[in-house]
């Protein structure tokens, strides 16, 4: 079986964070495993307290995953502060950790910020560049870029961009950007675009983290990125046409909707 790790924050309403991303990985037939940056008080609503795990503890955790069971892929999500992204990437170098997926979360669906301003410069500078692809949205492009992305020509030219500074590929995910739902990854210097209809509907909490983990799950198959993103594409489609409604406000997927209920 292959295993995949993710690091990343809770979510004790189980629709984003490592909640979704085990959701993601058991979907995909893989064995998910766990290092918890943080814990985070949040629901569909929005994000009302977080509480960091110190960091030597995340190096802890991280220790006893390696040394047991060795990931085929890595998934890394919510990491706060400065000091934790230092501990990950020395414990992921020192591991030679391979097939790492990094998604820059800055900012939750419900519009609150996850990440403090002294910790961006640390995750472009020293996460970012050991990632096999990075998975930006639209507005966390613009924070890597430098400049407001309003059209596929700019998510393009971000791309571009983003990706002389760093070894592996860039994901751009145009969402926020059309009424379509067209992603853009840059890879090796070539531009490869998924064109999908947007899903109607207004429940995407946890898009981002499980997209992320549904590439690491296709990465720790052995399929090619470019392959890797489209399965996962298609993944998440499927996870927001299944149409799940829960919550008063921007509601979790249906993780689990090609799992039958018996």
Not at 210 to 229: K, N
Request: aromatic share 4%.
């Amino acid at each position: 079986m292959k295993k995949v790790l993710t690091i990343a924050g809770s979510d004790c309403s189980g629709g984003a964070g490592i909640q979704a991303d085990l959701k993601t990985m058991t979907a995909h037939g893989v064995y998910g495993m766990s290092a918890i940056t943080a814990l985070t008080a949040q629901n569909t609503t929005g994000v009302y307290g977080v509480f960091e795990a110190p960091p030597e503890f995340v190096g802890q955790q991280l220790d006893c995953i390696f040394q047991d069971i060795r990931p085929d892929a890595v998934k890394i999500g919510m990491v706060s502060n400065a000091s934790i992204i230092e501990v990950i990437v020395r414990k992921l170098r020192d591991y030679r950790a391979e097939r790492i997926v990094v998604d820059p979360v800055m900012v939750a669906t419900s519009g609150s910020r996850l990440m403090a301003d002294a910790a961006v410069t640390t995750l472009r500078d020293r996460l970012l560049p050991i990632a096999a692809v990075i998975t930006p949205n639209i507005p966390e492009a613009e924070c890597l870029c430098g400049f407001v992305i309003e059209s596929t020509d700019d998510m393009l030219r971000a791309a571009k961009n983003i990706a002389r500074l760093l070894p592996g590929a860039v994901l751009i995910k145009g969402g926020h950007l059309t009424d379509a739902a067209d992603d853009l990854l840059y890879c090796d210097g070539q531009a490869h675009w998924y064109h999908a209809p947007r899903v109607e509907n207004p429940n995407t909490h946890g898009t981002g983290c499980t997209l992320s983990s549904a590439i690491a799950c296709e990465l720790a198959f052995g399929h090619p990125l470019p392959e890797a993103v489209g399965r996962a594409k298609e993944y998440i489609t499927g996870a927001l046409s299944a149409g799940l409604d829960l919550g008063k406000g921007s509601g979790p997927l249906n993780h689990c909707f090609a799992i039958r209920e018996e």
